[in-house]
Nanobody
Framework: QLQLVESGGGLVQPGGSLRLSCAAS????????IGWFRQAPGKEREGVSC????????NYADSVKGRFTISRDNAKNTVYLQMNSLKPEDTASYYC?????????????????WGQGTQVTVSS
């Protein structure tokens, strides 16, 4: 069973940056597309970004395009989400998830393995 652990969340001022990490328990992470999702209190979980297993293909929600960058280092069994120019509306719990398939999906229900989440709070 693939286990994922997120880290890197915290409190940051508007305009600041954070880098989230999603570390896997095994090297099999390299075979999975990985998605980042977020959920704010009282709101539905939304897809933020996804990266293919090779790292050659990425996609982003319109709300984060140009500000967030997803990447992966398969040698370190880790996927990253670099978040710049953070806004208060980015405040949420952020989750990484692995999809047992060939391609990314915008639907959270397509992902089989989930981390426990890391809190990001953007506030002055």
């Amino acid at each position: 069973q693939l286990q994922l652990v997120e880290s890197g969340g915290g409190l940051v001022q508007p305009g600041g940056s954070l880098r989230l990490s999603c570390a896997a328990s095994t090297s099999t992470l390299r075979y999975y597309p990985i998605g980042w999702f977020r959920q704010a209190p009282g709101k539905e979980r939304e897809g933020v970004s996804c990266i293919s297993s090779s790292g050659g293909s990425t996609n982003y929600a319109d709300s984060v395009k140009g500000r967030f960058t997803i990447s992966r280092d398969n040698a370190k069994n880790t996927v990253y989400l670099q978040m710049n120019s953070l806004k208060p509306e980015d405040t949420a719990s952020y989750y990484c998830a692995a999809l047992a398939g060939a391609y990314c999906s915008v639907s959270s229900s397509a992902y089989q393995y989930w981390g426990q989440g890391t809190q990001v709070t953007v506030s002055s």
